[in-house]
């Protein structure tokens, strides 16, 4: 049964169906929507609006989701880690410095094997760096950005409709393992206005219906069963290292199942480009200049960053003369790349650091520079 | 039918919200859309741009090169953006404070006086809707009246629709520039 509907705006929105939007706000639409029950965040370019927008649409009003300017990043992590304790759908979104200040409590959540949803809308750093678009977090979200051995799903999202998509697909694999999952999205993606299709509202689950799927959450015993107890602290090393090899088992099926990408005239090329995010999108564009110029090009967009399709990328690899990663940073999904590979041809990078975006020339450029030139 | 268009000036002419106007009114009339606002170093200088492309095609690259209309509204937008105008295509600038005209003679170009008529018709904070007019009114693909009066009415928000009239008003006027 839907909510009552006291929000006025609300009910605008709810009744159509296609949109214009800034992806930071596509996120905040698709969290209640997808009948989230808590959003904790602090501010910070460039995804602001997420917060902006939810505090606009009022859905506490409505479906009764939680929204929360918490104090500080720390205090916001660690209200998803509550939340997500009790079995509830709960979410925070930063850029990145404040994605650092959360890391402690994304490895406690990971460690604690908890459901959560985080954003993160990267701009140029290091340190406080830009609030120009970037992907230099690529390294930090797939590899474990806080302590211990742990893994995110890790969403990277091209479009404006791909950040509403990723919120429902985020929330389920994190339900489905038990392990927080990410959308590691870049300035371009939250901040350009897309067209977008809303899914319809699903009710918020309701306590019988968390206590069904998550019995593993403080829901309250009623004195019928073993009390749950949520930590990731276990001092007995025998006991902690079962842990470990169950997180690490729940990895690899991750990694058999939920592994993502989309390809793009991949078959016929003699050069192959990989990229993430809207990044994939402006090769996309050089790909169709290159062929104006005889130049045939693919492309390989991971979507899942973790896992990474390590078997995609070497299986569209095969045959061709080299490969191109290109990214908004100094060089991180390229050690991906070489590893899927296997270093059996040429992989070279370029890219653009600190906030600023490459144009479709300067990949073709970059094509015939680094590889089209200098392979014999 | 595709369009690539930047609209480039200072911040604060409205720059930002008629790429909105006209991207909202592009995906009125059934079109494929990105607005993409100025990322670069240049926009803590002053000035702001947005790119708009209107298709029938999904859309990949939301950042370009190029451009098949280029709409200048500063010096500085014109200098550094009327070099990226498509051959053939359309570059369309505001007369004034302009003092280094653009030198292409493979492009069309509209020197149009929208400050001017803003004041004339006595509604200054519908500048960005005179130059809209004169946009719709050189751009190839003709987007219907009724879909950017719907795309008004989906950019503002409601308590600014009895504005509407008014925005219409400056786009007509923004349509006779092109032949001054």
């Avoid at chain 1, 689950?205 to 206590?211: A, C, M, Q, S």
């Avoid at chain 1, 019995?215 to 079962?242: D, Q």
């Amino acid at each position: 049964m839907l909510p009552i509907i006291k929000n006025i705006y609300f009910i605008h929105i709810m009744k159509e169906e296609v949109r214009l939007m800034k992806g930071n706000e596509a996120v905040a639409h698709a969290a209640i929507l997808y009948g989230c029950d808590g959003y904790f965040g602090y501010p910070i370019t460039p995804q602001s609006e997420v917060l902006e927008t939810l505090e606009a649409l009022m859905p506490w009003e409505t479906t009764g989701m939680v929204v929360l300017q918490a104090e500080s990043e720390v205090a916001a992590i660690n209200m998803v880690y509550g939340g997500a304790a009790s079995g509830k759908a709960v979410m925070t979104s930063s850029s990145s410095p404040g994605i650092s200040l959360k890391q402690e409590g994304i490895s406690y959540i990971a460690g604690s094997e908890l459901p959560a949803l985080i954003l993160n809308v990267m701009r140029g750093g290091p340190g406080l760096g830009t609030i120009q678009p970037s992907q230099a977090d690529y390294f930090q979200a797939t590899k474990g950005g806080g302590h211990g051995d742990y893994r995110l799903i890790v969403l990277s999202p091209s479009s404006v409709q791909e950040m509403v998509d990723f919120v429902g697909l985020g929330f389920d694999l994190s339900f489905k393992y038990r392990t927080p999952a990410m959308i590691l999205a870049d300035g371009i993606v939250g901040q350009m206005m897309e067209k977008v299709v809303l899914p319809p509202q699903r009710p918020r689950r309701t306590d019988e219906e968390i206590r069904r799927q998550c019995p593993w959450a403080t829901t309250g015993r009623n004195g019928e069963r073993k009390r749950n107890v949520v930590t990731s602290l276990e001092l007995e090393s025998s006991r902690m290292e079962i842990i470990n090899h169950r997180l690490q088992a729940r990895y690899r099926e991750i990694e058999r199942n939920e592994t993502r990408w989309e390809e793009i005239g991949v078959e016929d090329a003699d050069y192959l480009i990989v990229a993430f995010g809207s990044i994939a999108r402006i090769c996309a564009k050089a790909m169709e200049m290159a062929e104006e110029k005889g130049i045939k090009a693919g492309i390989i967009r991971p979507i899942t960053l973790w896992p990474f399709p390590k078997e995609a990328v070497e299986k569209a690899a095969r045959g061709k003369k080299g490969i191109l990663c290109v990214e908004l940073n100094a060089g991180q999904m390229i050690e991906d790349v070489r590893l899927a590979v296997h270093d059996s041809l040429p992989v070279e990078h370029y890219g653009r650091l600190g906030g600023i975006i490459p144009s479709p020339q300067e990949i073709v450029d970059a094509l015939e520079e680094k590889l089209i030139n200098n392979i014999p | 039918m595709k369009e690539e268009i930047i609209i480039a000036g200072f911040g604060g002419q409205g720059v930002l919200s008629m790429g909105k106007i006209l991207a909202y009114s592009g995906l009125m009339d059934d079109k494929e859309v990105t607005w993409m606002p100025s990322y670069g170093p240049e926009q803590r200088g002053g000035t702001a741009n947005v790119t708009v492309i209107l298709s029938d095609e999904r859309i990949s690259s939301p950042v370009l090169d190029t451009y098949d209309i280029v709409v200048a509204l500063n010096q500085q937008s014109l200098d550094k953006f009327s070099p990226r105008v498509k051959k053939g295509g359309i570059l369309i600038y505001d007369t004034s404070g302009i003092h280094k005209l653009p030198e292409r003679n493979d492009i069309t170009i509209y020197p149009v006086n929208a400050m001017e008529a803003t004041m004339e018709i006595g509604h200054p904070k519908a500048y960005n809707m005179v130059v809209m007019g004169a946009l719709l009114e050189a751009m190839p693909y003709k987007l219907p009246m009724e879909n950017v009066v719907k795309g008004l009415e989906k950019s503002l928000p409601e308590r600014h629709h009895a504005l509407i009239p008014v925005n219409r008003q400056a786009i007509e006027k923004g349509r006779t520039l092109l032949g001054s």
